[in-house]
T-cell receptor, first 112, second 117 residues
Framework: DAKTTQPNSMESNEEEPVHLPCNHS???????IHWYRQLPSQGPEYVIH???SNVNNRMASLAIAEDRKSSTLILHRATLRDAAVYYC?????????????FGGGTRLMVKP | EPEVTQTPSHQVTQMGQEVILRCVPI?????FYWYRQILGQKVEFLVS????????KSEIFDDQFSVERPDGSNFTLKIRSTKLEDSAMYFC???????????????FGPGTRLTVL
């Protein structure tokens, strides 16, 4: 899987929007961009994924650059419960094993 | 909402002992996975399982590890002779689709903390 680069940590104030960046300059045409997060002492959980177009769901929005070399996960109003490690993961459509390759992620701290 | 469950939540064992970690994936899912996370480190893929056989495994998943789906609901990870470095959180996951672009999010269980003394 192509490599992703994320900041180690970010801080946000509660109820403010948060933009979590991810660089993936070596992304291939068949790579989907997935985001997972891991709340403290829990297993990872899926957040959102996309290929080329921006995506929205109940948890977040995903903005994908036109050249697909970067993406941004947007939490519209951060809550204390959003404090977690956020992972940006590329997954090849043709990956038969379909494993997730986790990097270090971005640790998001939310201040009240 | 359906969820992946894992038992036990914490397992303590002596070095050299065999352990079996148990998982109950979401009932209509067909693809099963084990990951581990050593304290303070990244989540690492161990193995994926589909149609009663291993689809893919990492270098970590050596001969000391095995997986099984003994019945229609359980998915187990066995470590035959545990080492100190096997101490980690072990996460089971399942998904209902193989393709990365389809709605094939992996659902993770809460994990089993394995402590090898």
């Amino acid at each position: 899987d192509a490599k992703t680069t994320q900041p180690n940590s970010m801080e946000s104030n509660e109820e403010e929007p948060v933009h979590l960046p991810c660089n993936h300059s070596t992304i291939s045409g068949t790579d989907y961009i997935h985001w997972y997060r891991q709340l403290p002492s829990q297993g990872p959980e899926y957040v959102i994924h996309g290929l080329t177009s921006n995506v929205n769901n109940r948890m977040a929005s995903l903005a994908i650059a036109e050249d697909r070399k970067s993406s941004t996960l947007i939490l519209h109003r951060a809550t204390l419960r959003d404090a977690a490690v956020y992972y940006c993961i590329l997954r090849d459509l043709g990956n038969a094993g379909n494993m997730l390759t986790f990097g270090g992620g971005t640790r998001l701290m939310v201040k009240p | 909402e359906p969820e992946v469950t894992q038992t036990p939540s914490h397992q303590v064992t002596q070095m050299g002992q065999e352990v079996i970690l148990r998982c109950v994936p979401i009932s209509n899912h067909l693809y099963f996975y084990w990951y581990r996370q050593i304290l303070g480190q990244k989540v690492e893929f161990l193995v994926s399982f589909y149609n009663n056989e291993i689809s893919e495994k990492s270098e970590i998943f050596d001969d000391q590890f095995s997986v099984e789906r003994p019945d229609g609901s359980n998915f187990t990870l066995k470590i035959r002779s545990t080492k100190l470095e096997d101490s980690a959180m072990y996460f089971c996951a399942s998904s209902d689709h193989l393709l990365a672009g389809k709605n094939n999010e992996q659902f993770f269980g809460p994990g089993t903390r394995l402590t090898v003394l």
